[in-house]
């Protein structure tokens, strides 16, 4: 089984800033990407960035200038450095990992959430 864990959530004001941090764990041969979600009450649920490789990131436009996603591949984590943040950020932010169990089988996996909350 593999397991993903979500840290570093909470409640900033608008301008502030959090960093996420997302830990891959369990039986894992390798993993392909990692990422974050986030889903706001009454919205669905959208991807705000992701790291297919060291180098290679998708951020959503809503996002850029803002915040940057890093990864860790010794350790099987991945960060969300979130700056600036707004009101229009708050959400629960969900890790994601396309990972392989084994050199034959794989796996999408995801965190159980962590809740960030934007206000004054």
């Known amino acids: 089984q593999v397991q993903l864990v979500e840290s570093g959530g909470g409640l900033v004001q608008p301008g502030g800033s959090l960093r996420l941090s997302c830990k891959a764990s369990?039986?894992?041969?390798?993993?392909?990407?990692m990422g974050w979600f986030r889903q706001a009450p009454g919205k669905q649920r959208e991807l705000v960035a992701a790291?297919?490789?060291?180098?290679?990131?998708n951020l959503a436009d809503s996002v850029k200038g803002r915040f940057t996603i890093s990864r860790d591949n010794a350790k099987n984590t991945v960060y969300l450095q979130m700056n600036s943040l707004k009101p229009e950020d708050t959400a629960v932010y969900y890790c994601?990992?396309?990972?392989?169990?084994?050199?034959?089988?794989?796996?999408?996996?995801w965190g159980q959430g962590t809740q960030v909350t934007v206000s004054s």
């Open positions: 369990g039986s894992i041969f390798s993993i392909n990407a």
């Open positions: 790291m297919i490789s060291g180098s290679d990131t």
């Open positions: 994601n990992a396309d990972v392989w169990i084994t050199s034959m089988n794989r796996g999408d996996y």
